[in-house]
């Protein structure tokens, strides 16, 4: 595990995921991956869950959907420097707030939401410019079997690689520079 931190904290500091353009891309590709490969997902979640897959569909794709278009909307703004407020020492400054990633990002799936509460952080780290370590939850075994195979075809290509040893998943080449990683 520490391993595995380490590789991924060093891609970040090698700063390929801080560009603006650099988020679209990835968000866009996150997008892609939902519109192209829904009935997988779906399938895997109704079969983790023994839900509807209309219930799957507008709980855990259409809320997905909906936050990647507002970050793609909004983020150019987001990442834009904005006016300090000033003091009797800064009065004659130009001082500005400019928002920073902040490194690397554990995010554990849950079992109940495997596949909204995966991605929605993910989407925000991404949005952040983070590198990401993903945990899926080993009760949603397909989601985590779908996630574990899906993202790393669609996601930071073409040297992205995600790992992935838990509950049996074959394990996949890493990167050095990869910015995400899969755990167990």
Known sequence: MEREVQRVRKAFQSGRSRPLRFRLQQLEALRRMLQEREKDILAAITSDL?????????????????????????????????????DLFTILDKAYVQPEPLGV??????????????????????????????????????????????LPQYL?????????????????????DSEMSWIE
């Open 156 to 176: 930071d290509q073409p040297t992205e690689q995600f790992r992935s040893d838990s509950c049996g998943y074959p394990a996949q080449k890493n990167d050095e």
């Open 105 to 150: 990002v554990l995010i554990i799936g849950a079992w109940n939401y495997p596949f909204v509460l995966t991605i929605q952080p993910l989407i925000g780290a991404i949005a952040a410019g983070n590198a990401v370590i993903i945990k899926p939850s080993e009760l949603s075994e397909n989601t985590a079997k779908i996630l574990s195979k899906l």
């Open 50 to 86: 023994c839900k509807s897959e209309l219930n799957v569909y507008s709980h855990e794709v259409v809320t997905i959907l909906l936050e990647i278009d507002l970050v793609l909307e909004k983020l150019p703004e987001w990442v834009t420097a904005r006016p300090a407020k000033k």
